[in-house]
Protein backbone atom coordinates (compact mmCIF):
# COMPACT_ATOMS: atom_id res chain seq x y z
CA UNK A 1 0.00 0.00 0.00
CA UNK A 2 1.25 3.16 -0.53
CA UNK A 3 1.94 5.95 1.49
CA UNK A 4 -0.85 8.74 -0.01
CA UNK A 5 -3.13 5.44 0.59
CA UNK A 6 -1.99 4.95 4.09
CA UNK A 7 -2.60 8.28 4.71
CA UNK A 8 -5.93 8.65 3.57
CA UNK A 9 -6.63 5.16 5.37
CA UNK A 10 -5.67 7.24 8.86
CA UNK A 11 -7.71 10.09 7.86
CA UNK A 12 -10.72 7.66 6.60
CA UNK A 13 -10.19 6.19 10.24
CA UNK A 14 -9.89 9.04 12.23
CA UNK A 15 -12.94 10.63 11.20
CA UNK A 16 -15.26 7.81 11.44
CA UNK A 17 -13.98 7.45 15.24
CA UNK A 18 -14.59 11.29 15.62
CA UNK A 19 -18.11 11.50 14.10
CA UNK A 20 -19.34 7.99 16.11
CA UNK A 21 -18.09 9.69 19.15
CA UNK A 22 -19.62 13.15 18.28
CA UNK A 23 -23.34 10.83 17.16
CA UNK A 24 -23.02 9.24 20.76
CA UNK A 25 -22.27 13.00 22.72
CA UNK A 26 -25.17 14.58 20.55
CA UNK A 27 -28.01 12.26 20.72
CA UNK A 28 -26.87 11.81 24.78
CA UNK A 29 -26.98 15.70 24.97
CA UNK A 30 -30.04 15.63 22.63
CA UNK A 31 -32.00 13.41 25.13
CA UNK A 32 -30.94 14.74 28.48
CA UNK A 33 -31.33 18.27 27.15
CA UNK A 34 -35.08 17.38 26.77
CA UNK A 35 -35.69 15.31 29.73
CA UNK A 36 -34.60 18.58 31.27
CA UNK A 37 -36.82 20.96 29.67
CA UNK A 38 -40.03 18.38 30.54
CA UNK A 39 -38.87 17.74 33.64
CA UNK A 40 -38.70 22.05 34.44
CA UNK A 41 -41.80 22.29 32.83
CA UNK A 42 -43.79 19.79 34.71
CA UNK A 43 -42.64 21.50 37.57
CA UNK A 44 -43.56 24.86 36.98
CA UNK A 45 -47.31 23.26 36.06
CA UNK A 46 -46.83 21.71 39.69
CA UNK A 47 -46.77 25.12 40.96
CA UNK A 48 -49.35 26.64 38.90
CA UNK A 49 -51.58 23.56 40.24
CA UNK A 50 -50.65 23.83 43.89
CA UNK A 51 -51.77 27.40 43.16
CA UNK A 52 -54.93 26.89 41.52
CA UNK A 53 -55.53 23.60 44.34
CA UNK A 54 -55.18 26.29 47.03
CA UNK A 55 -57.16 28.69 46.13
CA UNK A 56 -60.07 26.23 45.83
CA UNK A 57 -59.89 25.26 49.21
CA UNK A 58 -59.38 28.90 50.35
CA UNK A 59 -62.35 29.78 48.95
CA UNK A 60 -63.76 26.83 50.91
CA UNK A 61 -65.56 25.20 47.94
CA UNK A 62 -63.87 22.17 49.29
CA UNK A 63 -61.33 21.65 52.54
CA UNK A 64 -58.27 20.02 52.59
CA UNK A 65 -59.27 16.43 53.09
CA UNK A 66 -61.77 16.53 49.79
CA UNK A 67 -58.96 17.35 47.71
CA UNK A 68 -57.07 14.14 48.12
CA UNK A 69 -60.27 12.50 48.39
CA UNK A 70 -62.17 9.62 45.71
CA UNK A 71 -64.90 12.37 45.26
CA UNK A 72 -63.26 15.82 43.94
CA UNK A 73 -59.83 14.12 42.72
CA UNK A 74 -61.01 12.81 39.81
CA UNK A 75 -62.36 15.86 39.07
CA UNK A 76 -59.84 18.27 40.03
CA UNK A 77 -57.12 15.98 37.89
CA UNK A 78 -59.38 16.69 34.81
CA UNK A 79 -59.83 20.24 35.38
CA UNK A 80 -55.62 20.68 36.02
CA UNK A 81 -54.77 18.43 32.97
CA UNK A 82 -57.46 20.45 30.30
CA UNK A 83 -55.72 21.73 27.73
CA UNK A 84 -52.33 20.00 27.82
CA UNK A 85 -50.47 16.87 26.64
CA UNK A 86 -49.39 15.22 29.80
CA UNK A 87 -52.01 13.20 32.30
CA UNK A 88 -52.26 14.46 35.77
CA UNK A 89 -52.64 11.95 38.70
CA UNK A 90 -53.04 13.05 42.58
CA UNK A 91 -52.41 10.59 44.98
CA UNK A 92 -53.12 10.10 48.95
CA UNK A 93 -50.56 9.36 51.87
CA UNK A 94 -51.65 5.69 51.84
CA UNK A 95 -49.77 6.07 48.34
CA UNK A 96 -53.02 5.38 46.46
CA UNK A 97 -54.12 7.22 43.23
CA UNK A 98 -57.16 9.04 43.87
CA UNK A 99 -57.72 11.67 41.00
CA UNK A 100 -56.42 10.54 37.43
CA UNK A 101 -56.96 12.34 34.26
CA UNK A 102 -56.16 9.14 32.23
CA UNK A 103 -56.25 5.93 31.58
CA UNK A 104 -52.56 4.62 32.29
CA UNK A 105 -53.62 2.54 35.70
CA UNK A 106 -50.59 0.28 34.83
CA UNK A 107 -48.27 2.92 36.04
CA UNK A 108 -50.12 3.46 39.44
CA UNK A 109 -47.35 2.20 41.86
CA UNK A 110 -43.98 3.46 41.49
CA UNK A 111 -41.09 4.31 43.22
CA UNK A 112 -41.85 7.97 42.80
CA UNK A 113 -45.06 8.38 44.82
CA UNK A 114 -42.89 7.28 47.90
CA UNK A 115 -40.12 9.41 47.07
CA UNK A 116 -42.92 12.43 46.98
CA UNK A 117 -44.34 11.81 50.42
CA UNK A 118 -41.21 11.29 51.94
CA UNK A 119 -41.41 14.92 50.38
CA UNK A 120 -38.93 15.28 47.77
CA UNK A 121 -39.49 15.64 44.41
CA UNK A 122 -39.07 12.81 41.73
CA UNK A 123 -38.41 12.16 38.50
CA UNK A 124 -38.64 8.60 37.08
CA UNK A 125 -37.91 7.42 33.24
CA UNK A 126 -40.39 4.19 32.66
CA UNK A 127 -41.95 2.07 29.21
CA UNK A 128 -44.98 0.65 29.16
CA UNK A 129 -47.28 -0.49 26.19
CA UNK A 130 -44.17 -0.25 23.92
CA UNK A 131 -44.28 3.87 24.96
CA UNK A 132 -41.91 5.67 26.95
CA UNK A 133 -43.19 8.17 30.08
CA UNK A 134 -41.51 10.59 31.98
CA UNK A 135 -43.30 10.51 35.86
CA UNK A 136 -42.74 13.53 37.60
CA UNK A 137 -44.04 13.50 41.31
CA UNK A 138 -44.40 16.30 43.64
CA UNK A 139 -45.23 16.26 47.51
CA UNK A 140 -48.06 18.80 48.03
CA UNK A 141 -47.53 20.65 51.67
CA UNK A 142 -50.23 22.17 54.10
CA UNK A 143 -49.94 24.01 56.95
CA UNK A 144 -46.62 22.63 56.99
CA UNK A 145 -47.38 18.94 56.42
CA UNK A 146 -47.94 16.76 53.74
CA UNK A 147 -51.44 15.96 52.55
CA UNK A 148 -50.78 14.40 49.63
CA UNK A 149 -49.35 14.90 46.26
CA UNK A 150 -49.77 15.26 42.27
CA UNK A 151 -48.18 13.41 39.59
CA UNK A 152 -47.82 13.94 36.10
CA UNK A 153 -46.64 11.54 33.06
CA UNK A 154 -45.80 12.91 29.80
CA UNK A 155 -45.87 10.77 27.00
CA UNK A 156 -42.49 10.73 25.49
CA UNK A 157 -43.37 9.71 21.96
CA UNK A 158 -43.42 12.98 20.57
CA UNK A 159 -39.64 13.15 22.11
CA UNK A 160 -38.76 10.10 20.85
CA UNK A 161 -39.82 11.01 17.08
CA UNK A 162 -37.98 14.17 17.31
CA UNK A 163 -34.75 12.24 18.73
CA UNK A 164 -35.11 9.78 15.59
CA UNK A 165 -34.99 12.66 13.26
CA UNK A 166 -32.37 14.27 14.59
CA UNK A 167 -30.32 11.25 14.17
CA UNK A 168 -30.71 10.57 10.70
CA UNK A 169 -30.40 14.27 9.99
CA UNK A 170 -27.02 14.28 12.01
CA UNK A 171 -25.95 10.70 10.29
CA UNK A 172 -26.94 12.60 6.76
CA UNK A 173 -24.85 15.48 7.64
CA UNK A 174 -22.37 13.47 8.91
CA UNK A 175 -21.93 11.35 6.07
CA UNK A 176 -21.75 14.57 3.62
CA UNK A 177 -19.01 15.90 5.78
CA UNK A 178 -17.54 12.33 5.28
CA UNK A 179 -17.18 12.39 2.08
CA UNK A 180 -16.36 16.24 1.13
CA UNK A 181 -13.68 15.54 3.76
CA UNK A 182 -12.30 12.59 2.21
CA UNK A 183 -12.29 14.05 -1.34
CA UNK A 184 -10.80 17.07 0.21
CA UNK A 185 -7.93 14.54 2.35
CA UNK A 186 -7.24 12.74 -0.75
CA UNK A 187 -6.87 15.71 -3.00
CA UNK A 188 -4.56 17.61 0.09
CA UNK A 189 -2.79 14.37 0.19
CA UNK A 190 -2.14 13.50 -3.48
CA UNK A 191 -0.90 17.04 -3.36
CA UNK A 192 1.51 16.72 -0.84
CA UNK A 193 2.52 13.24 -2.79
CA UNK A 194 3.42 14.66 -6.02
CA UNK A 195 6.42 16.18 -4.94
CA UNK A 196 7.77 12.47 -3.08
CA UNK A 197 6.69 10.78 -6.48
CA UNK A 198 8.72 13.35 -8.55
CA UNK A 199 11.35 12.14 -6.01
CA UNK A 200 10.92 9.10 -6.85
CA UNK A 201 11.44 9.06 -10.63
CA UNK A 202 14.06 11.80 -10.23
CA UNK A 203 16.00 9.33 -8.38
CA UNK A 204 15.29 6.38 -10.60
CA UNK A 205 17.00 8.59 -12.91
CA UNK A 206 19.88 9.20 -11.29
CA UNK A 207 20.17 6.00 -10.69
CA UNK A 208 20.78 5.40 -14.25
CA UNK A 209 23.12 8.35 -14.87
CA UNK A 210 20.51 11.19 -16.09
CA UNK A 211 20.57 14.33 -13.31
CA UNK A 212 18.53 16.35 -15.82
CA UNK A 213 15.07 15.77 -13.62
CA UNK A 214 15.00 18.85 -11.00
CA UNK A 215 11.66 18.71 -8.69
CA UNK A 216 10.10 22.04 -8.08
CA UNK A 217 7.63 22.44 -4.78
CA UNK A 218 6.16 26.01 -3.64
CA UNK A 219 5.09 24.64 -0.53
CA UNK A 220 6.44 26.57 2.01
CA UNK A 221 7.74 23.05 4.42
CA UNK A 222 9.77 20.18 5.05
CA UNK A 223 8.86 18.40 1.25
CA UNK A 224 10.42 21.61 -0.09
CA UNK A 225 13.62 21.33 2.22
CA UNK A 226 13.70 17.56 0.80
CA UNK A 227 13.45 18.44 -2.78
CA UNK A 228 16.03 21.40 -2.80
CA UNK A 229 18.67 18.91 -0.60
CA UNK A 230 18.10 16.66 -3.46
CA UNK A 231 18.35 19.08 -6.40
CA UNK A 232 21.86 20.12 -4.78
CA UNK A 233 22.36 16.70 -4.59
CA UNK A 234 21.85 16.11 -8.42
CA UNK A 235 23.49 19.18 -9.35
CA UNK A 236 26.90 18.39 -7.16
CA UNK A 237 26.80 14.16 -8.49
CA UNK A 238 26.48 15.78 -12.11
CA UNK A 239 29.45 18.05 -11.83
CA UNK A 240 31.41 15.55 -10.12
CA UNK A 241 30.66 12.99 -13.05
CA UNK A 242 31.17 15.64 -15.51
CA UNK A 243 34.38 16.62 -13.94
CA UNK A 244 35.53 12.53 -13.99
CA UNK A 245 34.80 12.46 -17.47
CA UNK A 246 36.71 15.73 -18.45
CA UNK A 247 39.36 14.27 -16.27
CA UNK A 248 39.49 10.76 -18.11
CA UNK A 249 38.92 12.34 -21.47
CA UNK A 250 41.70 15.17 -20.65
CA UNK A 251 44.44 11.53 -19.68
CA UNK A 252 42.80 9.56 -22.49
CA UNK A 253 43.91 12.35 -24.99
CA UNK A 254 47.05 12.98 -23.70
CA UNK A 255 47.82 9.41 -23.69
CA UNK A 256 46.59 8.95 -27.36
CA UNK A 257 48.72 11.90 -28.79
CA UNK A 258 51.68 11.14 -27.00
CA UNK A 259 51.37 7.00 -28.88
CA UNK A 260 50.51 8.43 -31.70
CA UNK A 261 53.48 11.00 -31.71
CA UNK A 262 56.42 7.95 -31.01
CA UNK A 263 55.52 6.53 -34.24
CA UNK A 264 57.57 9.55 -35.91
CA UNK A 265 60.71 8.85 -34.51
CA UNK A 266 60.37 5.31 -34.81
CA UNK A 267 59.46 5.61 -37.98
CA UNK A 268 62.65 7.44 -38.98
CA UNK A 269 64.61 4.84 -37.33
CA UNK A 270 63.38 2.11 -39.24
CA UNK A 271 63.68 4.23 -42.18
CA UNK A 272 67.62 4.74 -41.44
CA UNK A 273 68.01 1.45 -40.60
CA UNK A 274 67.09 0.31 -43.84
CA UNK A 275 69.39 3.06 -45.49
CA UNK A 276 72.13 1.52 -43.85
CA UNK A 277 71.68 -1.68 -45.32
CA UNK A 278 71.98 0.10 -48.89
CA UNK A 279 75.04 2.18 -48.62
CA UNK A 280 78.83 1.29 -49.13
CA UNK A 281 80.21 4.60 -47.36
CA UNK A 282 81.60 4.71 -44.28
CA UNK A 283 80.38 8.64 -44.03
CA UNK A 284 76.91 8.41 -45.36
CA UNK A 285 76.24 5.02 -42.45
CA UNK A 286 77.96 7.61 -39.71
CA UNK A 287 75.22 9.77 -40.99
CA UNK A 288 72.54 7.68 -40.68
CA UNK A 289 73.75 6.76 -37.36
CA UNK A 290 74.00 10.05 -35.94
CA UNK A 291 69.88 10.19 -36.99
CA UNK A 292 69.02 7.00 -35.82
CA UNK A 293 70.92 7.98 -32.44
CA UNK A 294 69.22 11.83 -32.59
CA UNK A 295 65.54 9.93 -33.03
CA UNK A 296 66.38 7.62 -30.18
CA UNK A 297 67.30 9.82 -27.64
CA UNK A 298 63.94 11.84 -28.72
CA UNK A 299 62.26 8.34 -28.21
CA UNK A 300 63.47 8.19 -25.07
CA UNK A 301 62.49 12.10 -23.83
CA UNK A 302 59.15 11.00 -25.10
CA UNK A 303 59.26 8.23 -22.78
CA UNK A 304 60.42 10.10 -19.88
CA UNK A 305 57.63 12.85 -20.26
CA UNK A 306 54.97 9.88 -20.78
CA UNK A 307 56.08 8.82 -17.12
CA UNK A 308 56.78 11.88 -15.45
CA UNK A 309 52.98 12.85 -16.51
CA UNK A 310 52.09 9.52 -15.12
CA UNK A 311 53.96 10.19 -11.73
CA UNK A 312 52.60 14.16 -11.33
CA UNK A 313 48.92 13.52 -13.14
CA UNK A 314 49.48 16.14 -15.10
CA UNK A 315 47.99 15.44 -18.74
CA UNK A 316 49.12 18.09 -20.59
CA UNK A 317 51.83 18.92 -23.26
CA UNK A 318 55.34 20.92 -21.84
CA UNK A 319 56.77 23.98 -24.07
CA UNK A 320 60.33 25.46 -23.78
CA UNK A 321 60.39 28.42 -25.91
CA UNK A 322 63.62 29.96 -27.38
CA UNK A 323 64.26 32.06 -30.03
CA UNK A 324 65.54 29.66 -32.66
CA UNK A 325 65.64 29.80 -36.53
CA UNK A 326 63.01 28.60 -38.05
CA UNK A 327 64.55 27.68 -41.24
CA UNK A 328 67.10 25.24 -39.67
CA UNK A 329 64.31 23.29 -37.53
CA UNK A 330 62.79 23.04 -41.03
CA UNK A 331 65.98 21.85 -42.16
CA UNK A 332 66.56 19.23 -39.84
CA UNK A 333 63.05 17.92 -39.91
CA UNK A 334 63.06 17.37 -43.47
CA UNK A 335 66.90 15.27 -43.46
CA UNK A 336 65.09 13.04 -40.62
CA UNK A 337 61.93 12.31 -43.01
CA UNK A 338 64.13 12.36 -46.07
CA UNK A 339 63.96 8.18 -46.00
CA UNK A 340 60.36 8.57 -45.87
CA UNK A 341 60.04 10.87 -48.88
CA UNK A 342 61.65 8.86 -51.45
CA UNK A 343 59.89 5.82 -50.43
CA UNK A 344 56.99 8.00 -51.46
CA UNK A 345 58.23 9.29 -54.61
CA UNK A 346 56.62 12.17 -54.23
CA UNK A 347 58.57 15.27 -55.68
CA UNK A 348 59.44 18.14 -53.39
CA UNK A 349 60.65 21.44 -53.65
CA UNK A 350 61.76 23.73 -50.52
CA UNK A 351 62.16 27.37 -50.05
CA UNK A 352 63.71 29.01 -47.22
CA UNK A 353 64.40 32.41 -45.85
CA UNK A 354 66.05 33.12 -42.55
CA UNK A 355 63.75 33.44 -40.40
CA UNK A 356 63.89 33.90 -35.89
CA UNK A 357 60.58 32.92 -33.99
CA UNK A 358 59.64 32.01 -30.46
CA UNK A 359 59.18 28.09 -30.93
CA UNK A 360 59.64 24.96 -29.33
CA UNK A 361 61.98 22.83 -31.24
CA UNK A 362 60.73 19.71 -30.15
CA UNK A 363 57.51 20.52 -30.78
CA UNK A 364 58.01 22.18 -34.14
CA UNK A 365 59.02 18.68 -35.33
CA UNK A 366 56.25 17.09 -33.78
CA UNK A 367 53.79 19.60 -36.03
CA UNK A 368 55.91 19.25 -39.11
CA UNK A 369 56.09 15.52 -39.00
CA UNK A 370 52.55 15.17 -38.90
CA UNK A 371 51.65 17.83 -41.55
CA UNK A 372 54.09 16.32 -43.92
CA UNK A 373 53.51 12.30 -43.44
CA UNK A 374 49.38 13.42 -43.52
CA UNK A 375 50.80 14.76 -47.28
CA UNK A 376 52.47 11.41 -47.93
CA UNK A 377 49.94 8.93 -47.09
CA UNK A 378 46.39 10.87 -47.84
CA UNK A 379 46.99 13.82 -50.42
CA UNK A 380 47.76 11.55 -53.35
CA UNK A 381 49.88 14.56 -54.92
CA UNK A 382 52.56 14.71 -56.81
CA UNK A 383 54.53 17.53 -55.64
CA UNK A 384 55.28 18.88 -52.36
CA UNK A 385 56.43 22.79 -51.76
CA UNK A 386 57.49 24.10 -48.19
CA UNK A 387 57.97 27.37 -48.26
CA UNK A 388 59.10 29.56 -45.32
CA UNK A 389 58.82 33.26 -45.30
CA UNK A 390 57.72 36.72 -42.76
CA UNK A 391 53.96 37.33 -43.05
CA UNK A 392 52.17 40.63 -41.03
CA UNK A 393 55.52 40.63 -38.42
CA UNK A 394 54.91 36.77 -37.84
CA UNK A 395 56.96 33.41 -39.52
CA UNK A 396 55.11 31.95 -41.77
CA UNK A 397 55.31 28.51 -43.04
CA UNK A 398 53.46 27.13 -46.09
CA UNK A 399 53.23 22.98 -46.77
CA UNK A 400 51.47 22.86 -50.18
CA UNK A 401 50.92 19.65 -52.43
CA UNK A 402 48.53 19.13 -55.44
CA UNK A 403 46.73 16.16 -53.99
CA UNK A 404 43.13 15.42 -53.99
CA UNK A 405 42.22 18.14 -51.45
CA UNK A 406 39.62 17.94 -48.87
CA UNK A 407 35.71 17.60 -49.15
CA UNK A 408 33.14 20.44 -47.80
CA UNK A 409 31.88 18.47 -45.41
CA UNK A 410 34.61 17.25 -43.98
CA UNK A 411 36.42 20.63 -43.47
CA UNK A 412 34.74 21.85 -40.14
CA UNK A 413 35.85 18.98 -38.62
CA UNK A 414 39.20 18.88 -38.94
CA UNK A 415 40.55 20.10 -35.75
CA UNK A 416 37.80 18.65 -33.61
CA UNK A 417 38.92 15.95 -31.16
CA UNK A 418 38.44 12.66 -32.16
CA UNK A 419 35.99 11.52 -30.02
CA UNK A 420 33.62 14.28 -31.16
CA UNK A 421 34.03 13.23 -34.69
CA UNK A 422 31.18 11.73 -36.29
CA UNK A 423 33.01 9.80 -38.70
CA UNK A 424 36.27 9.07 -37.46
CA UNK A 425 38.45 6.45 -39.84
CA UNK A 426 40.78 4.67 -37.77
CA UNK A 427 42.87 2.37 -39.90
CA UNK A 428 46.59 0.78 -39.56
CA UNK A 429 47.64 4.10 -41.21
CA UNK A 430 45.55 6.91 -39.38
CA UNK A 431 43.65 7.23 -36.13
CA UNK A 432 42.41 10.89 -36.85
CA UNK A 433 44.46 12.66 -33.87
CA UNK A 434 46.81 14.75 -36.06
CA UNK A 435 45.17 17.35 -36.66
CA UNK A 436 44.00 18.09 -33.46
CA UNK A 437 47.22 17.61 -32.09
CA UNK A 438 49.06 19.97 -34.04
CA UNK A 439 46.40 22.58 -33.43
CA UNK A 440 46.79 22.05 -30.21
CA UNK A 441 50.81 22.65 -30.31
CA UNK A 442 51.16 25.35 -31.89
CA UNK A 443 48.64 27.29 -29.82
CA UNK A 444 51.08 26.32 -26.74
CA UNK A 445 53.70 28.16 -28.47
CA UNK A 446 51.69 30.93 -29.27
CA UNK A 447 51.11 30.30 -32.92
CA UNK A 448 48.96 29.46 -35.07
CA UNK A 449 47.24 26.72 -37.92
CA UNK A 450 45.01 27.14 -41.03
CA UNK A 451 44.41 24.77 -43.64
CA UNK A 452 42.95 25.83 -47.05
CA UNK A 453 41.74 23.13 -49.52
CA UNK A 454 39.75 22.24 -52.74
CA UNK A 455 38.00 19.08 -53.33
CA UNK A 456 40.19 18.03 -56.26
CA UNK A 457 42.44 21.62 -56.11
CA UNK A 458 45.03 20.48 -53.00
CA UNK A 459 45.75 21.64 -50.52
CA UNK A 460 47.64 24.51 -48.20
CA UNK A 461 48.65 24.57 -44.61
CA UNK A 462 49.96 27.19 -42.96
CA UNK A 463 51.58 27.26 -39.68
CA UNK A 464 52.72 30.71 -37.93
CA UNK A 465 54.95 31.86 -35.04
CA UNK A 466 55.11 34.49 -33.15
CA UNK A 467 58.64 36.81 -34.04
CA UNK A 468 59.22 38.98 -31.06
Not at 137 to 158: C, S
Not at 280 to 290: M, Y
Not at 300 to 314: F, P
Not at 325 to 339: H, K, N
Request: some cysteine.
Amino acid sequence: MGLRNKLFLQHTVTILMLLTAMYFIVNYTLGKSMIERDTQTLSQYYALHRIEALKIVNDKKINIEQLFSGTYAPLIASHLAANSNFQVQLFALDETIVGNSGDKQNLLKRGDIQAALAGQTATVLTEADDTQYLIYAAPFWYEGKIVGGFRYLLDLKQHVETQVQMRYWFIGVALGCLLISLLASYSFFSILMRPLHDLKQALKLVSIGDFSKKIVVHSQDEVKELAKDFNHMSDALQQHIQMLHYEQGKQKTFYDNMTHELKTPLTSIIGFSDLIAKMNQPGDIQTCNSYIRKESGKLLHMVEDLLQTSLKGNETWSVRLERLDLAAVITDSLRILEPTIQKSSIRTTVRLASCEAYLDPQRTQQVLFNMIDNVLKHSECSHLHIQLDEHEGRGRVCITDDGKGIPEQEKHALFLPSELKQHRVISARSHGLGLPLCKQLMELQGGSIYIESSEGAGTEVQLLFNMG
